[in-house]
């Protein structure tokens, strides 16, 4: 029994040494990367950036000198000693630098968590030099209730994060989304699933907003829009644009492909995959001036491992709880009812404006966000995309229009676009709320299709701009056009058939 003391006190020393070492090479790592890329830190750091590198000096300094007193203690103190340094401090402070990150210093930017981490490195240190002092200070009880509170907040962190996403890995739910998935994987959890009709509001087996396409029809014209959530839209079918416009053209065909949340970026993989199978005699891409501009636009790039963790829009713990929070508090009230047969899904023998009266009334429409959610949204869609001092990504957007042009023409079917305006490009109230806000003045209600539309005419894409038609509609007596569903931002059935009758208009060439 001594001897297997004496080696699990030994055993305990050696970690302890072992940690502080690993914490002065993180943080002298820190310290080696600040001055590498010192001009760049100094302009996101600005005056902090000083205290910062003197702290990760302090840091290494601290760690090396708690280093150095443990080994000279280890040789002249009893065998009974064990040094004050056990494991969890260091877990302990790497989560400190874990929520301090994830709370203050988003988004993620890999050198700034090096930093972040380095600086962290000292508390072990500095734990290991007084914390024994310190500790002789406070109540036992009150040490141990601190420490086993801090245990079990890495313990519910770490283990919560790591069940979601065994859940995650198990669950089609769009709750769990998380923005380093593949794009498959993504949008695999907003496809719409064909169990989700309900009347008036057919998903065909592909999991689009339609009745299935089939095989073309030899002299029967065919469109093809790509688009979002306007694709799967908040009015039944026969209400939709695409289908408004087949009942004007008279004959032919508009296939609606779409899935919610997605963005050119996915729009350049449903023409490849499932808009150019169907031999279209055009593809014409649902441009939103909205979310269209602002996200989806990097690409299917991986992350490093460490993202995974420290950005907070990846991490789980914090995401779903958000999400849950967001449906609860935001959701006013549903549109369509439970899952029914697909002849009901198709509309067969359903009075539509019976069964969803705010189709012709939108003062019976049911609001889907609260007035402060819907304000939050409309503002911040305006400030991404109308300010010409911090523009949407143009480059990125243009590449990816392109890159469908070209591979829409290499099986020879023409590329056309359609620009669907924001809300607050066509409800004067909505922008004049929008406005009212910080640098309302800097905004430029008109900016998104004016650049859109000269690059567009510059590389000969057709295009429908949608905003001069629904701006023409006369308001009603309250002073809006009621276009949009209520606190929605997507079209309702008034919207979708300036819209539809638009869109039949612009077909008429290939027709």
């Not at 040789?75 to 990150?101: C, K, N």
């Not at 996915?266 to 995959?273: F, I, P, Q, S």
């Not at 209600?445 to 000269?454: S, T």
Request: aromatic share 8%.
């Amino acid at each position: 029994m001594p001897g297997s003391r004496r080696r699990g006190r030994g055993a305990s020393r050696a970690i302890a040494a072992l940690l502080l070492l690993a914490c002065a090479a993180l943080a002298g790592s820190a310290l080696v990367a600040v001055q590498r890329s010192e001009l760049a830190l100094r302009v996101l750091f600005a005056e902090w950036f000083v205290p910062i590198a003197a702290g990760l000096g302090l840091a290494v300094l601290v760690d090396l000198a708690a280093l150095l007193l443990l080994l000279a203690r280890w040789r002249a103190e009893p065998p009974a000693w064990r040094p004050r340094l056990a494991p969890r401090v260091v877990a302990y402070a790497m989560l400190a630098a874990a929520v301090a990150y994830l709370i203050a210093l988003q988004p993620y930017r890999s050198l700034v968590a090096h930093v972040c981490f380095g600086l962290a490195a000292g508390l072990p240190g500095l734990a290991a030099l007084a914390g024994e002092a310190v500790l002789a200070r406070l109540p036992r009880r009150l040490v141990s209730v601190v420490d086993l509170l801090l245990f079990l907040v890495c313990l519910l962190g770490v283990g919560g994060e790591l069940t979601l996403r065994t859940v995650a890995s198990h669950s089609s739910s769009p709750l769990f989304a998380r923005s380093s998935e593949s794009m498959l994987d993504f949008m695999a959890r907003y496809r719409l699933k064909p169990g989700q009709a309900s009347p008036g509001f057919p998903v065909n087996s592909l999991g689009h907003f339609d009745v299935e396409f089939g095989a073309r029809t030899p002299g029967v014209p065919r469109a093809a829009t790509i688009g979002d959530s306007f694709s799967t839209s908040v009015v039944p079918h026969p209400y939709h644009f695409t289908t408004v416009a087949e009942r004007v053209l008279g004959r032919g065909e508009v296939c609606n492909i779409g899935i919610a949340g997605m963005g050119l970026n996915e729009y350049l993989y449903l023409l490849r995959e499932e808009a150019l199978p169907l031999q279209p005699d055009v593809v014409v891409i649902d441009v939103f001036v909205g979310n269209d501009l602002i996200d989806n636009l990097s690409g299917n790039v991986a992350p490093s491992w460490l993202a995974h963790w420290l950005d907070r829009d990846r991490l789980l713990v914090l995401v779903v709880p958000r999400r849950v929070f967001a449906v609860a508090h935001d959701q006013q009230g549903g549109m369509r009812p439970a899952a029914v047969t697909a002849g009901q899904a198709a509309g067969e023998g359903v009075d539509f404006e019976r069964l969803y009266p705010w189709l012709r009334d939108p003062s019976k429409e049911i609001p889907t966000l609260t007035p402060e959610r819907f304000a939050i949204l409309e503002r911040h869609r305006a400030q991404s995309a109308c300010r010409a001092d911090a523009p949407p990504e143009w480059a990125r957007i243009f590449e990816l229009l392109t890159e469908m042009r070209d591979l829409a023409a290499s099986r020879s079917v023409p590329l056309a676009v359609m620009l669907i305006p924001d809300e607050f490009q066509v409800e004067d109230p909505v922008w004049e709320a929008v406005t009212s806000g910080p640098d309302g003045e800097k905004l430029d209600r008109d900016l998104p299709q004016r650049v859109l539309g000269a690059w567009l005419a510059q590389q000969s894409i057709p295009t429908l701009d949608l905003l001069p038609a629904l701006r023409a509609v006369v308001p009603m007596p309250d002073g809006l056009r009621h276009l949009y569903q209520l606190r929605d931002t997507h079209f309702n059935a008034r919207g979708n058939e300036v819209a539809g009758d638009e869109l039949a208009e612009f077909l008429r060439p290939w027709w």
